[in-house]
């Protein structure tokens, strides 16, 4: 089509598939969480998940353990289990740090957390700067 330009896309793209089209290298992207992230918690995980399953997660697998590690500790911490409670727990439970790094509930119900910028260089992803997702960017 002629299109000279260098891609921007969300966590919606498929980064596995995109990878390896020479349209999208150079092409940037932004995610939630990368199997590439270097923390403890993030690499422990990449780790356990490919040991069980032969294949390195996606995102989904680790906000998916994120979320349930973070509404176990509400639970545990609410006297009453219902959800009004469990959400007013939430938003104090102060930040979690897990697989795809700290996670905070505002009292929008939104959470600020850590996602990442990647771009794709010779069928790879690389990551090229974390940053903090809030509800102002």
Request: net charge negative; proline share 4%; with cysteine.
């Amino acid at each position: 089509m002629g299109i000279d330009a260098i891609f921007v896309g969300g966590e919606a793209w498929d980064r596995e598939k995109f990878a390896v089209m020479p349209q999208f290298e150079g092409a940037y992207m932004m995610a939630t969480w990368s199997p590439d992230v270097q923390g403890e918690r993030s690499r422990a995980f990449v780790e356990e998940y490919v040991s069980r399953f032969d294949s390195r997660p996606e995102d989904g697998a680790a906000l998916t353990c994120d979320a349930l590690q973070i509404l176990f500790r509400a639970i545990k911490n609410v006297e009453k289990l219902d959800a009004e409670s469990i959400r007013d727990e939430l938003y104090d439970l102060g930040p979690y740090h897990g697989v795809t790094g700290a996670i905070d509930f505002i009292h929008s119900g939104d959470p600020e957390k850590a996602g990442v910028i990647l771009r794709f260089e010779n069928g790879r992803t690389m990551i090229i700067r974390p940053i903090l997702l809030t509800q102002e960017n």
